[in-house]
């Protein structure tokens, strides 16, 4: 289970986090990220974290903006986003990709989901204006 929190609204220029809090399979090893999907757009990846070391990737629209980060005594991602535009208004995702790929923006953005590749949660809405 991902269960997402802190999205909302801001006005552009402004500061928000997400978080993820990951329960009922193993975090150790595995890809997770974000992706988001805005109406009438495709699903975008966002960031992702490797929970094995730590290692981050992030999509261009958003590097040097959004940091990606864990806490794995609490199984918990992180999105601190920075310099929100309105452009980056969508839903955000948290997304846990289980089974041993390369982890990357690609492998969130293309999950199927679960019962076949891994789990997202319910979403949450940020809203940039």
């Known amino acids: 289970q991902l269960v997402e929190s802190g999205g909302g609204s801001v006005q552009a220029g402004g500061s928000l986090r997400l978080s993820c809090a990951a329960s009922g399979f193993t975090y150790s090893s595995i890809c997770m990220g974000w992706f988001r999907q805005a109406p009438g757009k495709e699903r975008e990846g966002v960031a992702a974290i490797y929970t094995g070391d730590g290692s981050t990737y992030y999509a261009d629209s958003v590097k040097g903006r959004f940091t990606i980060s864990q806490d794995n005594a609490k199984n918990t991602v992180y999105l601190q986003m920075n310099s929100l535009k309105p452009e980056d208004t969508a839903m955000y995702y948290c997304?846990?990709?289980?089974?041993?790929?390369?982890?990357?923006?690609?492998?969130?953005?293309?999950?199927?989901?679960?019962?076949?590749?891994?789990?997202w949660g319910q979403g949450t809405q940020v809203t940039v204006s």
């Open positions: 997304a846990a990709r289980l089974g041993n790929v390369p982890c990357s923006v690609a492998t969130i953005a293309t999950m199927k989901g679960y019962p076949i590749d891994g789990y």
